[in-house]
């Protein structure tokens, strides 16, 4: 059993950076590759960026290239998603899923535990 808290969300305007951390408890945080997800409000939840289990390899989607990264701490059982030039479309709740194995993936299904989200808001 893994339970996971992210945190770091907020409203920030168009431009602005932020840092959102996902803490992990419970059984070997490097067992588990690791992901981030969104879902903005109508849309269905869609994968942002992934992580394998000793952060040697990286996932992102197009949308996000260049301006998100994610990284990953595994003595202190965190992952996090820094996120520049924000944009409005980016506005959306922020989840972190941890999946069994080494490579992340990007498909929502093969997730086993899910964060209970940030919510991340992008003004104009």
């Known amino acids: 059993q893994v339970q996971l808290v992210e945190s770091g969300g907020g409203l920030v305007q168009a431009g602005d950076s932020l840092r959102l951390s996902c803490a992990a408890s419970g059984r070997s945080f490097s067992s588990y590759a690791m992901g981030w997800f969104r879902q903005a409000p109508g849309k269905e939840r869609e994968f942002v960026a992934g992580i394998s289990w000793n952060g040697g390899v990286k996932y992102d989607t197009e949308a996000v290239k260049g301006r998100f990264t994610t990284s990953r701490d595994n003595a202190k059982n965190t992952v996090y998603l820094q996120m520049s030039s924000l944009k409005p479309e980016d506005t959306a709740v922020y989840y972190c899923?941890?999946?069994?194995?080494?490579?992340?993936?990007?498909?929502?299904?093969?997730?086993?535990?899910w964060g209970q989200g940030t919510q991340v808001t992008v003004s104009s």
């Open positions: 899923a941890a999946v069994s194995g080494t490579m992340p993936s990007l498909r929502e299904r093969e997730y086993r535990y």
